[in-house]
């Protein structure tokens, strides 16, 4: 991480930049367009300059805390809420509608936690579950263990290998195909987690005999 940090970091200028006056040009273009197919081109280009700038973020964000310049700040978060909102957010891509997500969380509870850090780790969790699940609702529950709040996220998947449980959240570990996830999302998330001092793990059930 050390590594990619520093790479991170020295590259960000000079990508930076270029992307986000490719990103201007493309934008430009697709005003301009006098065809639809020169729309969707100009379409598809700032979508993927989005990416490479998310992408590095990203890098930034898991290697060195803090670079986002946010500033953690705790307080009192209603669960249910914050995950309406996420779910609210995924809707707006095409590919969850087809998912369900059921939120069962309590509506009374609440949480301490940075509200923009927390939506964000659920934003990333419902995301994989949306994308790792079979055909069937996400079901979100919430439970209150005096000492902390368990937030449970269920999805429909098949089951996970114990080498894989094992990898989850190793930065750049993914089980996708080549150029389809960078392996980054759960990573952050149990940053996030961890500067919010949350803690998450992933379960898989056991093969039946």
């Not at 919430?142 to 990898?167: G, H, M, Y």
């Amino acid at each position: 991480l050390a590594s990619v940090g520093r790479l991170a970091a020295g590259v960000a200028h000079e990508i930076g930049n270029p992307v986000t006056g490719i990103a201007c040009v493309a934008q430009n273009l697709r005003e301009d367009a006098q065809s639809d197919e020169v729309e969707q081109a100009a379409s598809e280009i700032i979508k993927q300059t989005d990416r490479v700038s998310r992408t590095l973020s990203s890098l930034m964000q898991l290697t060195h805390p803090g670079s986002t310049n946010h500033e953690v700040q705790c307080g009192p978060c209603n669960v249910a809420d914050c995950i309406d909102e996420a779910i609210h957010l995924l809707r707006l891509d095409r590919r969850a509608h087809d998912c369900r997500f059921d939120n069962r969380a309590d509506r009374q509870l609440l949480a301490r936690a940075d509200a923009q850090l927390f939506l964000q780790a659920l934003l990333n969790l419902l995301d994989n579950a949306r994308a790792a699940g079979a055909p069937g609702p996400v079901i979100i529950e919430s439970r209150d263990d005096e000492e902390q709040i368990v937030l449970t996220i269920d999805n429909p998947c098949p089951r996970v290998a114990p080498a894989i449980l094992k990898k989850v959240f190793d930065p750049f570990f993914t089980t996708k195909d080549v150029g389809e996830g960078t392996g980054l999302g759960l990573s952050l998330v149990r940053r996030m987690l961890e500067e919010m001092d949350g803690t998450i793990e992933l379960s898989s059930p056991s093969p039946a005999f």
